[in-house]
């Protein structure tokens, strides 16, 4: 069974600080990672994708992705009260179309 | 601008009564997905298609069926509801062929319909 694992929180974060969301997987051949962010009673939005190696900036948020290890982890600097939402990490299953997503971790930014 | 539409933001339903979900995603693109979501549960594969008249049983098929007659329409039907189907219905759809923004198995969701049986 191909799994993504996250902890569910929550994670409490002050203003201004940094949070990270971490995200393990256990499909050797993944090639795409995703990483979405739900609010409360809406659907989940695409925040960033990842497939290489290393980190990949957009504005505050930062991806990061470690193949060997099989972890992604996604870093949001400048910590908003509007970014208090659950973060859902998604990786692609090997030869397929689809993709498997975590159960999401909690962030709550506390003002 | 990717837009997924989905039928109905609420809809509230009687035990036995056949219900349809309507999906309808405006990006040619060739996969649909139709998901539930639940707390602690996580969201979790119904149905998919890869293609018009096509279908696949994602994880909890059970008590659902669907219906792909035109690309970019994808129907979740419920043939009896029950009170266990009482949940989030989150569809989503991906890749089009020849876009090389995105990951081809990037899925964008529509807003979703919180279903309530009683």
């Known amino acids: 069974q191909k799994e993504v694992e996250q902890n569910s929180g929550p994670l409490s974060v002050p203003e201004g600080a940094i949070a990270s969301l971490n995200c393990t997987y256990s499909d050797r051949g993944s090639q795409s990672f995703f990483w979405y962010r739900q609010y409360s009673g809406k659907s989940p939005e695409l925040i960033m994708f990842?497939?290489?190696?290393g980190d990949k900036e957009d504005g505050r948020f930062t991806a990061q992705l470690n193949k060997a290890s099989q972890y992604v982890s996604l870093l949001i600097r400048d910590s908003q009260p509007s970014d208090s939402a659950t973060y859902l990490c998604?990786?692609?299953?090997?030869?397929?179309?689809?993709?498997?997503f975590g159960k999401g971790t909690r962030l709550h930014i506390l003002p | 601008d990717v837009k997924v539409t989905q039928s109905s933001r609420y809809l509230v339903k009687r035990t036995g009564e056949k219900v349809f979900l309507e999906c309808v995603q405006d990006?040619?693109?060739?996969?649909m997905f139709w998901y539930r979501q639940d707390p602690g549960l996580g969201l979790r594969l119904i149905y998919f298609?890869?293609?018009?008249?096509?279908?696949e049983k994602g994880d909890i098929p059970e008590g659902y069926s669907v219906s792909r007659e035109k690309k970019e329409r994808f129907s979740l039907i419920l043939e009896s509801a029950s009170t266990n189907q009482t949940s989030m219905y989150l569809c989503?759809?991906?890749?089009?062929?020849?876009?090389?923004?995105?990951?081809?198995?990037?899925?964008?969701f529509g807003p979703g319909t919180r279903l309530t049986v009683l």
């Open positions: 989503a759809s991906s890749f089009l062929p020849g876009d090389n923004f995105a990951p081809k198995d990037t899925q964008y």
């Open positions: 998604a990786v692609n299953l090997w030869r397929d179309d689809k993709i498997i």
């Open positions: 990006m040619d693109h060739e996969n």
């Open positions: 298609s890869y293609d018009v008249k096509m279908k």
């Open positions: 990842i497939y290489s190696n």
